[in-house]
């Protein structure tokens, strides 16, 4: 493949090197001393909301009057109680209508919606401060910590999947859509050129199409970095390829976009000034093809220096579906810790460890011990412990105050004085039938020790507590689709052995038949892939896609019986 230029690279690099450290020198300062600056901004942020409905109705003014941060933070946890969406719902829904100044000052800049612990999606504000003060200064920072470890990351373009920015509007006319959508569209022109493809591709609502469209235009160029959340989107990626790889080659020889690809025309408009004659690129293509079994990113791709998803939590056994696939010379970066409600920090040091951003936000925590107690003591984030695991509360400038992000991260070292972070778990991945508490953690690392002990060997996993007859339904894709019944049984059995071991509740509740043994069921080929795609149907968003491996949940239970190997 030739060496393909970004446009303008030399004013790419010198305009994100100027701001980029700036805001990493921000940080820096930040972690020189976390205690003041936590401090710093739970008052700024009081003081921005201080006059809107909830800022008066928490007294936001007699907090702001303590003389130490001691006292604030007293006055603080006095005045505001820890809360959950649902608890900020009916305030987000007089926004919606048009009202101002309830959470905070005026109305918001847009909504980002995802889904919540009700039917409900919840609906996030983003707010103008919160918007230009931490998104966009967090996604300068962002890809400038590209640059500070593969220097020659922007010379070649880049895939980054995002949402689509505008979804729809709420009743007052204000937009709801993806905050990364968002992000992407507003970033500073200079910036724009080192996208493999124009934002129109995320308006493709099939996701077949969609994935087809952003690979047959990456496919034919040079790409130095991939973006995307969720490691998944990799996979599904990667068997499009896999599907279309000829049609591909077909495409970019004419420079045509496939004409059976479900996609309207307004978008194919827009999308075929994109596309030219290009028969040296299809050529490299076959012949690619014809030097390997199996066509992967490192062959199409050898230039690659950056690929960041998310690596921890659940995500890692979807992305061991690829490990092999980049080239080896290529960073592999955590997409850090972050949700809708808040992006938290960033990964400085290309690794896996998050670095909360104290200066940006106001985090609170309590100890995973302590999660069960009436009245949990909260810790200030200088206050946390390295290997010690917490529940993360947040306070932002877009209208959430001690907001539960029912995540459990674990400390795993420092930045100067501010705490790095990896994600463990979603709390509510805590499955309790009748009082054996299993953690979802637990399962993967039973099956896991099954692997091991059994040399049986899973593509993918998920179990679902039957609470009406007290047992875990445990649906497994096996790596041998010739599996034998007997094989499986031995499997599950281990898997039982297992999780008494790793959960001495669990085997308390098994052993006095409080709980049987976990019934076992063969799912098919890529049953996950399957379930995603039936999810997105639904009407999930690729980029908010989760699934967690062990659930309390019937109706993603009955979608995965569906999948049973008949």
């Keep these: 493949m030739k060496a393909q230029k970004t446009k303008n690279l030399w004013l790419i690099n010198f305009a994100l090197g100027f701001v980029g450290r700036k805001q990493f020198r921000k940080v820096y300062k930040a972690s020189k001393n ?76 847009m909504y980002a919606t995802t889904s919540g612990t009700t039917n409900a999606p919840k609906w996030i504000p983003i707010t103008n401060e919160y918007y230009d003060n931490v998104y966009s200064k967090m996604t300068n920072l962002w890809l400038y910590t590209f640059m500070m470890h593969r220097k020659d990351c922007l010379a070649g373009p880049a895939v980054s999947i995002v949402g689509k920015a505008i979804e729809g509007y709420a009743p007052d006319g204000t937009v709801y859509g993806s905050v990364s959508g968002v992000t992407r569209r507003d970033i500073p022109d200079f910036i724009k050129p080192i996208h493999s493809a124009p934002a129109d591709v ?39 390829v896999n599907e279309f790889f000829d049609s591909y080659c077909d495409d970019i020889e004419h420079g045509t976009l496939n004409k059976n690809l479900d996609i309207p025309a307004e978008i194919r408009a827009k999308l075929m000034p ?123 400038y877009a209208g959430l105050y001690r907001y539960n992000m029912n995540d459990l991260v674990e400390v795993t070292g420092f930045y100067n004085t501010i705490p790095t972070i990896q994600f463990v778990q979603k709390i509510n991945g805590i499955i309790s039938m009748t009082g054996e508490k299993l953690h979802e953690r637990q399962f993967i690392e039973a099956v896991s020790l099954a692997e091991k002990e059994t040399g049986i060997f899973t593509k993918f996993y998920v179990g679902f507590a039957d609470i009406e007859n007290s047992v875990y339904q445990i649906y497994y894709e096996f790596a041998d689709q010739n599996i034998s019944e007997d094989e499986v049984i031995k499997f599950n059995s281990t898997v039982d052995k297992k999780l008494k071991e790793v959960n001495c509740e669990y085997e308390q509740k098994r052993d006095s038949l409080r709980i049987k043994e976990a019934v076992p069921h063969v799912l098919i080929k890529d049953s996950f892939e399957t379930f995603k795609q039936n999810c997105l149907k639904l009407g999930f968003r690729d980029g908010q896609f989760k699934l967690n491996l062990l659930m309390q949940d019937e109706k993603r239970h009955s979608m995965f019986k569906e999948l049973i190997k008949k």
């Design 34 to 109: 976390c205690k003041k600056v936590t401090g710093s901004t739970l008052r700024s942020i009081l003081e921005y909301a201080k006059d809107s409905e909830w800022g008066k109705a928490h007294n936001f003014d007699q907090i702001l009057a303590a003389s130490t941060d001691e006292e604030l933070y007293s006055l603080w946890q006095k005045n505001v109680p820890p809360a959950d969406y649902e608890d900020f719902r009916p305030f987000v829904e007089r926004h919606k209508n048009g009202e101002e100044n309830i959470l905070f000052p005026g109305k918001p800049k």
């Design 274 to 396: 994109c596309f030219k004659s290009n028969p040296e690129r299809a050529k490299e293509l076959r012949q690619l093809k014809a030097m390997h079994e199996t066509i992967l990113p490192k062959h199409y791709w050898p230039n690659m220096r950056i690929l960041t998803t998310w690596k921890c939590g659940n995500t890692k056994k979807y992305m061991e579906k690829f490990t092999e696939s980049f080239p080896e010379k290529m960073l592999y970066q955590e997409f850090s810790y972050f949700a809708s409600e808040c992006r938290t920090g960033l990964v400085l040091n290309g690794g896996n460890d998050t670095v909360l951003f104290p200066h940006m936000h106001y985090f609170e925590f309590i100890e995973e011990s302590e999660l069960e107690s009436e009245n949990p003591a909260f810790k200030q984030v200088y206050e946390l412990e390295v290997g010690k695991r917490y529940s993360v509360f947040i306070t932002t």
């Design 202 to 240: 995320f308006d493709i609502t099939d996701y077949t199409a969609r994935y087809y469209t952003i690979m047959r235009i990456a496919i034919e160029q040079d790409i130095h970095i991939v973006i995307t959340a969720n490691p998944s989107t990799i996979v599904e990626m990667q068997n499009n």
